[in-house]
């Protein structure tokens, strides 16, 4: 059996296709509602400032903080309330020395006014007057005109990924289209003669097609579009033609099986016969996915992954994820949440490979605790009784139980 060159620790592979990849994909123009999750192709400035007008953060009165100064429950100021000023409308009131009008939460304040006072510090002595109990500083209560985002102000970065708020923020300042950069497609083939569809009912020796649908899965929830081309036999020139039919189509190619060094195993060969400069990586300091392949075929990235789905996936999140978004030029993907918690046994590791251990989390006396789950990495049900992966560094051999653990949460 042949053995793997080129072996790389995960960091080092995956730069190694980063640096020599082309940046980026071509941008487009998208509403911004439909934005979420893609990236920014151009900084993004304010237009206008916001909020566009002093507002009121509170249901009270608007007043000249200066008619409030000193005033308790005791010794209480008297004000004249001039009228309100109805939500959506602007003001058509100018307070003169000891009044107030009725101020709305988000409305616009009276002319004049410069404070509001809440609701709950005034009493009503009849319908043109009140009493204020408590005092209010200049500005209290109260949101100046560009105190959320100035005219010009920077929003967005280049390379920014877009959240929620984000879209949020875009349409409160009338900005209803974006350009972004255009979503990544990937074409998914997995290979072997053993696959067949999850609908049909496997013969002997055959096992359900898994990895199409979790790389599927897995590069819609990284901003992807996938792009399955079917199950592959293990036969050379059907690989090579499903891999040139998947580059021809989309950005960057993902194969699952074929990855190792049997004689089944093809993938490298074919990805090295498709263009230049070909397999950059057979191969990473990595368990599961040590058999991982790496090309880039013509300025298009193209993965080898394991067969066995947890390996697969693992290898996935590790290193085709982050290369979408650098193709999508996001210059801070997100990372996976983190929390700390204690091991509750021994993970043994060999120095010089990093591991990632699926763990089950559970509350116990003491805090946190991180149970590793151990099992074969064709066990696609390891992954689902997890909760998230301890990484084992590279230069450990191991991690001892008790001790406190950074684990990485699946989201």
């Known amino acids: 059996m042949a053995e793997f060159f080129n072996v790389l620790a995960p960091d080092s592979a995956l730069q190694t296709l980063i640096e020599r990849m082309p940046r980026y994909l071509e941008a487009e123009m998208v509403p911004t509602s439909q934005a979420l999750g893609r990236i920014t192709a151009e900084p993004i400035v304010a237009l206008e400032s916001l909020p566009a007008f002093v507002r009121s953060t509170m249901d009270g009165y608007a007043v000249r903080a200066s008619d409030t100064f000193g005033a308790s429950e005791s010794l209480p100021a008297y004000l004249d309330v001039a ?4 939500m959506g409308q602007a003001s058509a009131i100018t307070l003169a020395a000891g009044q107030a009008a009725i101020a709305y939460t988000g409305g616009m304040l009276a002319d004049g006014a410069d404070a509001v006072v809440m ?8 319908a043109t007057s009140i009493e204020v109990f408590r005092p209010v500083a200049p500005g209290e209560n109260v949101v100046q005109i560009g105190e959320d985002v100035r005219c010009g102000e920077p929003i967005l970065s280049e390379g920014s990924l877009i959240r929620p708020q984000d879209i949020g923020g875009l349409l409160a300042l009338g900005m209803t289209q974006v350009r972004v950069r255009r979503s990544p497609l990937v074409a998914i083939v997995s290979t072997g003669d053993e696959i067949v569809a999850p ?12 990895n199409t649908y979790t790389i599927a899965a897995l590069v819609q929830q990284a901003g992807g579009i996938p792009v399955p081309l079917g199950l592959i036999p293990d036969d050379y020139e059907a690989q090579r033609q499903a891999a040139v039919d998947g580059l021809s189509q989309a950005d960057m190619l993902v194969s699952s099986a074929g990855s190792s060094v049997s004689s089944r195993d093809m993938t490298v060969d074919v990805l090295d016969s498709l263009g230049s400069p070909g397999v950059l990586v057979h191969g990473i300091a990595h368990r599961p996915g040590k058999p ?25 999140r590790l290193l085709v994820r982050p290369t979408l978004y650098a193709l999508a030029g996001c210059l801070q993907p997100p990372q996976a949440p983190m929390v700390r918690a204690r091991l509750t046994r021994n993970i043994a590791s060999i120095t010089g490979r990093e591991d990632h251990v699926q763990v089950r989390l559970f509350e116990a006396e003491g805090g946190l605790q991180a149970e590793p789950i151990f099992g074969k990495s064709n066990l696609i049900y390891t992954l689902i009784r997890a909760a998230g992966i301890v990484v084992v560094p590279l ?17």
Do not use: C, W
């Open 83 to 86: 009228g309100e000023v109805p």
């Open 119 to 126: 609701v709950e510090n005034t009493q009503q002595i009849d």
């Open 199 to 210: 609908e049909a009912a496997p013969g002997p020796g055959q096992i359900r097609d898994i």
């Open 292 to 316: 991982t392949i790496i090309a880039l075929v013509d300025g298009k990235p193209a993965f080898g992954l394991p067969g066995n789905p947890v390996s697969a996936m693992i290898v996935f």
């Open 395 to 411: 230069d450990q051999s191991g991690l001892y139980a008790g001790e406190e653990v950074p684990v990485q949460l699946y989201h």
